[in-house]
């Protein structure tokens, strides 16, 4: 069964702190990982998608990385505006996309 | 932007009253998609919705649940028969093309069935 597992639970870090969240995932044929970004009483909103093992992609303070079994969200001197659940999901069918639980992420200014 | 648009915000029902939650996706896509998180907990999939068919569907979706495109712009979710384990946050999303790396979601539909 496809499975999607993030670490950790939640974070706290200082403004300008960098750190990473983890994703590891277990899906027959990887046809796309995911990273959204959902802030509280909203809808996931898209950040990333990522193929293949070695892709990395960028959006400001955050990047992305792929490897065979684990994805890793950096975030580089995070502002207090980065706080959000980062949700990582992954491609399961053609037709749907299946998420882990999130990661709360909170920047104290 | 162009957003995909869900109401009622929030829906109060009792246990066993029918509910028709509402989406609006955006204009040009083609997929759709009922997603629904429970509080605390992760973000699940429904069902997914293509040229007026169900594409597929998850064990969670059973014969209480039904999905319609009734007239070319909207798109509805029904439980027939809410139970009290029913009580989430339901999110539509769309995406222009199957296997679109990108979904819209919407802000969601809070249900609370007491």
Not at chain 1, 41 to 56: D, H, I, Q, V
Not at chain 2, 13 to 30: A, D, F, K, Y
Not at chain 2, 51 to 78: A, H
């Amino acid at each position: 069964e496809d499975q999607v597992t993030q670490s950790p639970e939640a974070l706290r870090l200082q403004e300008g702190e960098s750190s990473s969240l983890n994703c590891s995932y277990t899906v027959s044929g990887l046809r796309g990982l995911f990273w959204y970004r959902q802030d509280p009483g909203k809808g996931p909103e898209f950040l990333f998608t990522l193929y293949s093992a070695g892709e990395e992609k960028e959006k400001e303070r955050l990047k992305a990385t792929l490897t065979k079994k684990e994805s890793f969200l950096h975030i580089t001197a995070p502002k207090p505006e980065d706080s959000a659940t980062y949700l990582c999901a992954v491609r399961s069918s053609a037709s749907k996309i299946i998420f882990g639980s999130g990661t709360r992420l909170s920047i104290r200014p | 932007e162009p957003e995909v648009t869900q109401t009622p915000s929030h829906q109060v029902t009792q246990m066993g009253q029918e509910v028709i939650l509402r989406c609006v996706p955006i204009s040009n896509h083609l997929y759709f998609y009922w997603y629904r998180q429970i509080l605390g907990q992760k973000v699940e999939f429904l069902v997914s919705f293509y040229n007026n068919e169900i594409s597929e569907k998850s064990e969670i979706f059973d014969d209480q649940f039904s999905v319609e495109r009734p007239d070319g712009s909207n798109f509805t979710l029904k439980i027939r028969s809410t139970k009290l384990e029913d009580s989430a946050m339901y999110f539509c999303a769309s995406s222009e093309t199957k296997g679109d790396e990108k979904l819209f979601f919407g802000s969601g539909t809070q249900l609370s069935v007491l």
